[in-house]
């Protein structure tokens, strides 16, 4: 077996690092998810693109929202996971919580990560939380040319590949940000 040898001087190839996640969360809106995994079962999440309840993200019982073929899967949360962890593989059903955006809607907004947060006030008719007293917000950040550029060449999963039993591997980098300003920060 022959291997081909780099010439001196000539750096190592640069590992590909994995590309940022299309969706965060802050650790109350983890808790939340928890509880409502506790008391529901498995979650699914759907950011939501207007009418009735504006642009919340929804949160349902798992397959209760009928995901469509051109749905885009925005990640996966894993809820075995903390501020700042990396799980090492994908969460299954009970653990993972899949985040959803229609198709058009995520052409309009697949240059941002989206930050899942909980806030005082009463959720949507229809998502889960709503009995609670608090409701999910979306707040987001634009992501730079070259994590844009890693998302694009990286591709989305859809609902037809969904479907067809494609899932997502661990993102390789966290899921859970500790504040607002950690996921979204001000320029100075």
């Not at 207007?50 to 642009?55: A, E």
């Amino acid at each position: 077996m022959s291997t081909t040898q780099r010439p001196a001087g000539t750096p190592a190839p640069a590992a590909t690092a994995p590309p940022e996640p299309r969706v965060v969360a802050l650790p109350a809106a983890m808790e939340l998810l928890r509880t409502l995994r506790l008391r529901h079962g498995p979650l699914m999440m759907h950011q939501s693109g207007g009418c009735c309840d504006g642009s919340s993200p929804m949160c349902y019982p798992q397959g209760e929202f009928i995901v469509g073929d051109r749905d885009v899967l925005l990640g996966v949360l894993d809820l075995r996971l903390d501020v700042a962890e990396v799980g090492r593989d994908a969460p299954g059903d009970a653990d993972g919580v899949p985040v959803w955006i229609s198709g058009p809607q995520f052409d309009l907004w697949q240059h941002t990560q989206l930050v899942l947060d909980v806030v005082p006030g009463r959720g949507a008719g229809f998502s889960l939380e709503s009995p609670e007293g608090v409701r999910f917000l979306t707040r987001s950040r634009v992501f730079t040319a070259a994590e844009a550029a890693a998302l694009a060449a990286a591709g989305a999963l859809t609902g037809a590949d969904w479907e067809d039993g494609a899932r997502p591997p661990a993102p390789g980098r966290p899921q859970v940000v500790a504040t607002v300003a950690e996921a979204c920060a001000f320029p100075r």
